[in-house]
Every structure is written in C-alpha cells, then in structure tokens.
C-alpha cells in the first residue's frame, strides 16, 4: 500500500517521496492493534523498497507539519515533510480525501488502484479530475500531468 504510490508521487512529481504511516499515535503514544498495524507496517515498505524515506506510525501532524514532527517526532527521516499518506484503512482515507477536496481545494485525482498488472482506476461520483485520472493510468503520466497541474 505504501510503494506503489511513492513510486507513483515520485514520478508524478518528479521529487522523492517520503512516506507517512498515518495513526492516531505517534511513536506509540498509544498502543493496541490499530496502532501496531501501521507499527509493522513502515519496516515492510522499507524492505519492498531499501531507498523508499518511511516512518511511522506518525499522526498527521507528526508527518506533514514540520514544527509539530520537531518535539514528537524528532528522529523521524520525514522531518514533517511527507508528500505520501498511508491511511490506516479505506474509511479513514476515504474521509481525508474528501476533506482536502472539500475544504482545502486540493484536486482530487483518484482513487486508483494500484499494485495491478495494469493501471486501473475507481472514478467516484464527485471525482473532476477526470483528464489527470485518465492520465495517471498511463505508462508515463508524467509528461501527460504537466499541463494539467
């Protein structure tokens, strides 16, 4: 779940990807199986991927904002930079996606299915982004994103 897509932002954007196991705790702050989920998570990607940049369990903030990752998160290699999100599970992605459509403006392209012999896509009923979906399913998408950004 981590892989694909940090291969996929990093040609897409043509800038390393750095990877984010999203939790509600950071560094264990809290534990159970949810958390031990995205715990055993980060070293599986690692291994898939020996030079993918991975941390976590990280919550949000941790991840993506770099003065919050300072004090919680002082040794993550993400440094509060991650430009991947790995959702705990689909709810959870599912919820954040349309937020960051909703409220922040964000261009939804997606959801894809990744990991497939050949590139697939699950066009929601809000999706809009139909040309950077369409795009995004082919063997280089990079050169067909440029226009679209």
């Given at each position: ?134 795009a995004s399913a082919t063997p280089d998408y990079s050169e067909l994103m440029r226009g679209v950004r």
């Amino acid at each position: 779940m981590a892989t694909a897509p940090a291969v996929s932002i990093g040609q897409l954007t043509e800038q390393a990807p750095c990877v984010a196991m999203l939790s509600f705790s950071t560094r264990r702050s809290a534990g159970g199986e949810k958390v031990s989920k995205m715990v055993q998570a980060s070293p599986l990607a690692r291994n898939m991927e020996s030079d993918l940049i991975v941390d976590g369990e990280l919550r949000f903030g941790a991840a993506f904002v770099p003065k919050v990752a300072a004090p919680k998160a002082p040794d993550s290699p993400l440094g509060g930079n991650a430009n991947v999100l790995v959702f705990p599970n689909l709810d959870a992605g599912n919820i954040n996606h349309k937020t960051a459509q909703r409220i922040g403006g964000a261009c939804a392209i997606g959801p894809g299915l990744q990991g497939l012999v050949e590139p697939t896509n699950d066009l929601s009923r809000g999706c809009s982004a139909l040309i950077g979906r369409a795009a995004s399913a082919t063997p280089d998408y990079s050169e067909l994103m440029r226009g679209v950004r």
